[in-house]
């Protein structure tokens, strides 16, 4: 079945530093490939997507690209801030908009000091 | 933007009892809800689709005489764990449908004693 693997944390790096949290994939499909962010307390909330192969979803100064022949999307950041640190979660879906099921990785857990 | 709430944040009940969670959409109408389930260091997984006016539908493995799911509105959706036991201490979410993108409640921890 499908399933997404990523880095096991907790990550923790100082402000300014950067950021890669790496996230691998296996479908039988072609997903669509999303990262989700959860800030203490509050929900998981939609950070980026990526609908298909070479596309590169970004929000916030993330970013993220779809690389089918590595079947990866690893996030990246140039220069974490103390308020990015959160739980992040990389998910795949057959729906484009993630509105079907999704299938998500165990977590990252990022902290920044300052 | 879409919010979705879940009730009781957190509950400690004992063994053999049930326990129900609800979920809201705050600010929009979901015809369609979801209900994870996460364990420690694990990933969200899935348990059932909840859609407004009919029967869940329940991914493989999840019992739905265990995890009972009602949807009875266009924003609210439950879910009752019956006869509670520890291995059901975990963490639930659940999140709704609109527009094609899914809104995630802040969820809810559940410890049976």
């Known amino acids: 079945g499908d399933s997404v693997t990523q880095m096991e944390g907790p990550v923790t790096l100082s402000e300014e530093a950067f950021l890669t949290i790496n996230c691998t994939y296996t479908a039988t499909g072609y997903p669509s490939l999303f990262w989700y962010v959860q800030y203490p307390g509050e929900g998981l909330q939609l950070l980026l997507k990526a609908t298909k192969a070479d596309d590169k979803g970004s929000n916030k100064g993330f970013e993220a690209t779809y690389r089918k022949e590595t079947t990866s999307f690893h996030l990246e950041k140039g220069s974490v801030q103390v308020s990015d640190s959160a739980v992040y979660f990389c998910a795949l879906s057959v729906s484009p908009e993630g509105g079907n099921k999704l299938v998500f990785g165990a977590g990252t857990i990022l902290r920044v000091k300052s | ?113």
């Open chain 2, 1 to 113: 933007g879409a919010v979705v709430s879940q009730h009781p944040s957190w509950v400690i009940c004992k063994s053999g009892t049930s326990v129900k969670i609800e979920c809201r959409s705050l600010d929009f109408q979901a015809t369609t809800m979801f209900w994870y389930r996460q364990f420690p260091k694990q990933s969200l997984m899935l348990m059932a689709t909840s859609n407004e006016g009919s029967k869940a539908t329940y991914e493989q493995g999840v019992e739905k005489d265990k995890f009972l799911i009602n949807h009875a509105s266009l924003t609210l959706s439950t879910l009752t764990v019956t006869s509670a036991h520890p291995e059901d201490s975990s963490f639930y979410i659940c999140s709704a449908r609109d527009s094609g993108t899914q809104y995630f409640g802040p969820g809810t921890r559940l410890l049976v004693l």
